[in-house]
């Protein structure tokens, strides 16, 4: 049960390193979405889908609790977002915690017209994310 607990975090530490790094110059430039970035995006889901089925099988809770941190994180990073776009406000001290979650879902901004609603459809997965970590956490008891 230990490698598969150590399977899910290194897929998803390179799960979310890779599709960073894919996303990264179109997000930190703010270009127009492309098809790659939706075809990172999707297979970035897909992957944490695969670490989270893959952790709910394991007998090992450790995992599925820094899944759960991680996925708060990216839901309050997306809510910070949402905020940030309809209000205008400044908050500079949340722009590197962003760089590390919210590049990989800029794929989003192809099929969206407004980062406002990239940023609910973001937190509305991370929720559900987090609510799945959550059912895991408590079956694996």
Known sequence: MQSK????????????IGAML????????????????????????????IVLVISAKSA?????????VFWVITL???????YVNVSGAEVDWALP????????????NLLVGSFLTASIIIAIISLTMSIAVSLALRRAR
């Open 22 to 49: 894919l996303n990264f110059r179109e997000f930190s430039m703010g270009s127009p979405a492309t098809i790659a970035n939706l075809i990172v995006t999707s297979v970035y889901i897909a992957a944490w889908i």
């Open 60 to 68: 090992n809770r450790n995992p599925l609790r820094l899944f759960l």
């Open 97 to 108: 915690f962003a760089l590390l979650v919210m590049g990989q879902w800029y794929g989003l």
């Open 5 to 16: 607990s150590a399977i899910a975090i290194i897929l998803s530490i390179l799960t979310v």
């Open 76 to 82: 309050l990073l997306a809510i910070l977002t949402a």
